[in-house]
């Protein structure tokens, strides 16, 4: 091989395509049921605006951002996340002007030059949502049901929500000069990346997979939020208890993005080991300011396609990728190509599904092929079946065949479909 794929990055085809589509089909239409608009937003920004909406001081600006200059030596930055370019998009476009909630989806992908792992990849794909335009708790609500709905949709039982909340720039200056006199104490205990957080970004420890007993015994947020975030944060627990959403207070959940505030929440699936966390997110109040916009509270949440894809529950993920076509057309003879076209597009045109096999390989393979394809019916027409007019069809499950008609192949595809169905 003289080139190979990226590493962290993947080829999706075949049975494994079809898959990443039907569950991307079904995640659009559940984020249309609760209201929420499809957005596309460029692959690359300008680099500063993740280095002002994300944090300079995070490991995803500080290590893992795709920048580039462009022709013209401009800073541009693969996106590594689609929080901020959706609230770029929304500023930018006008959308704050209309009042009321703004609710997106998106999906696409995102890239981070990240140490590749099980679920992880450093060109990966997200799926997230995003409401604008309310301070109130019941939005929050919302997005978390919302994420819950897409792995109880896919068969996901056992979920967890740990739920915690950041604060906000009133109470959290102070919360960080707290941490800060906490740490001064630790610093021999504490590993390397986390010497610099304690100066740079205390808040970080919390996410360091290493430094757990140091975390156990550090002061909390949630003892120091301010009267805004406190109510707020009850406001918030008391609709999820209404509407039967379990969920756990974890004091020491952060998320590895500066612009969250108050709200902060994680979807997990214990049985997934280290890797368990399926999405995340929070509130965001203070990103439309660092975006060159006014005050505008915002909540959303993303999840990694890669992790879903790759815990699909059994039962649902067998069933998942099949889509098969209603006819499989086998030619015997490459040299009726065009005219069996020209029926397969005539049953296209009439809402059929149909493949055409132009391989030119032998009978025994294309009907191997047309076995494995999930399609009911094989249709064989070769220079007889032209002459005559009329296809043989094989109904693939019981081997039995018939002649027909090409003027009637529409009706006994759609008939054999409906048997099918019914």
Same mark, same amino acid.
């Given at each position: 091989?003289? !080139?190979?794929?990226?590493?962290?990055?993947?080829?999706?085809?075949?049975?494994?395509?079809?898959?990443?589509?039907?569950?991307?089909?079904?995640l659009?239409?559940?984020?249309?049921?609760?209201?929420?608009?499809?957005?596309?937003?460029?692959?690359?920004?300008?680099?500063?605006? !993740?280095?002002?909406?994300?944090?300079?001081?995070?490991?995803? &600006?500080?290590?893992?951002?795709?920048?580039?200059?462009?022709?013209?030596g401009?800073?541009?930055? @693969?996106?590594?996340?689609n929080?901020?370019?959706v609230?770029?998009?929304f500023l930018?476009?006008?959308?704050h002007?209309?009042?009321?909630?703004?609710?997106?989806? %998106?999906?696409?992908?995102?890239?981070?030059?990240?140490?590749?792992?099980?679920?992880?990849?450093?060109?990966?794909?997200?799926?997230?949502?995003?409401?604008?335009?309310?301070?109130?708790?019941?939005?929050d609500?919302?997005?978390?049901?919302l994420?819950?709905?897409? %792995?109880?949709?896919?068969? !996901?039982?056992?979920?967890?929500?740990?739920?915690?909340?950041?604060?906000?720039?009133? *109470?959290?200056?102070?919360f960080?000069?707290?941490?800060?006199?906490a740490?001064?104490?630790?610093?021999?205990?504490?590993?390397?990346? *986390?010497?610099?957080?304690?100066?740079?970004?205390?808040?970080?420890?919390?996410?360091?997979?290493?430094? &757990?007993?140091?975390?156990?015994?550090?002061?909390?947020?949630?003892?120091?939020?301010?009267d805004?975030c406190?109510?707020?944060?009850?406001?918030?627990?008391?609709?999820?208890?209404?509407?039967?959403?379990?969920?756990?207070l974890?004091?020491?959940?952060v998320?590895?993005?500066?612009?969250?505030?108050?709200?902060?929440?994680?979807?997990?699936?214990?049985?997934?080991?280290?890797?368990?966390? @399926?999405?995340?997110?929070?509130?965001?109040d203070?990103?439309?300011?660092? *975006?060159?916009?006014?005050?505008?509270?915002?909540?959303?949440?993303?999840?990694?396609?890669?992790?879903?894809?790759?815990?699909?529950?059994? /039962? !649902?993920?067998?069933?998942?990728?099949?889509?098969?076509?209603?006819?499989?057309?086998?030619?015997?003879?490459?040299?009726?190509?065009?005219?069996? @076209?020209?029926?397969?597009?005539?049953?296209r045109?009439?809402?059929?599904?149909?493949?055409?096999?132009?391989?030119?390989?032998?009978?025994?393979?294309?009907?191997?092929?047309?076995?494995?394809?999930?399609?009911p019916?094989?249709?064989?027409?070769?220079?007889?079946?032209?002459?005559?007019?009329?296809?043989? &069809?094989?109904?693939?499950?019981?081997?039995?065949? /018939?002649?027909?008609?090409?003027?009637?192949?529409?009706?006994?595809?759609?008939?054999?479909?409906?048997?099918?169905?019914?």
């Amino acid at each position: 091989m003289r !080139f190979k794929k990226p590493r962290g990055t993947q080829d999706l085809f075949g049975d494994r395509m079809r898959s990443w589509a039907k569950v991307e089909e079904m995640l659009a239409a559940l984020a249309g049921g609760y209201g929420y608009s499809e957005i596309r937003t460029p692959v690359f920004e300008v680099s500063d605006l !993740f280095v002002r909406a994300v944090g300079e001081g995070t490991d995803i &600006v500080s290590k893992e951002m795709y920048a580039f200059a462009d022709k013209k030596g401009r800073s541009l930055t @693969l996106r590594p996340e689609n929080t901020a370019p959706v609230m770029r998009a929304f500023l930018e476009n006008g959308l704050h002007r209309s009042g009321g909630i703004t609710k997106f989806w %998106y999906q696409g992908p995102m890239f981070r030059y990240d140490r590749p792992q099980a679920g992880r990849y450093r060109q990966f794909h997200q799926f997230g949502a995003e409401a604008i335009g309310h301070p109130g708790p019941a939005v929050d609500a919302e997005i978390i049901d919302l994420s819950l709905a897409i %792995y109880r949709m896919f068969g !996901f039982t056992n979920l967890e929500v740990r739920l915690n909340s950041v604060g906000c720039p009133v *109470c959290r200056p102070g919360f960080l000069n707290i941490l800060r006199n906490a740490l001064g104490s630790m610093k021999s205990e504490l590993c390397g990346t *986390c010497s610099e957080r304690a100066i740079t970004n205390p808040m970080r420890i919390f996410d360091c997979k290493e430094c &757990v007993d140091i975390k156990n015994r550090l002061p909390v947020i949630t003892d120091h939020l301010c009267d805004e975030c406190s109510e707020h944060f009850e406001g918030l627990q008391s609709i999820l208890r209404g509407m039967k959403v379990d969920f756990m207070l974890d004091s020491l959940l952060v998320r590895g993005l500066d612009y969250y505030t108050k709200t902060a929440y994680e979807v997990l699936h214990p049985g997934l080991g280290g890797q368990n966390a @399926l999405c995340g997110g929070g509130r965001y109040d203070g990103l439309a300011e660092e *975006c060159g916009g006014g005050k505008i509270p915002a909540v959303g949440f993303s999840a990694g396609m890669e992790r879903l894809m790759e815990n699909l529950p059994e /039962e !649902f993920a067998g069933k998942i990728g099949l889509d098969p076509v209603d006819a499989f057309f086998i030619l015997p003879d490459e040299s009726v190509s065009a005219e069996v @076209l020209r029926i397969a597009g005539e049953l296209r045109s009439a809402a059929l599904r149909v493949s055409v096999d132009l391989s030119g390989r032998s009978m025994k393979k294309q009907m191997k092929v047309a076995s494995e394809s999930g399609a009911p019916l094989a249709v064989i027409i070769g220079p007889e079946e032209i002459e005559k007019k009329e296809a043989a &069809v094989k109904v693939l499950a019981s081997g039995g065949q /018939e002649s027909v008609p090409f003027a009637g192949l529409s009706a006994r595809i759609f008939q054999e479909r409906k048997n099918e169905v019914d």
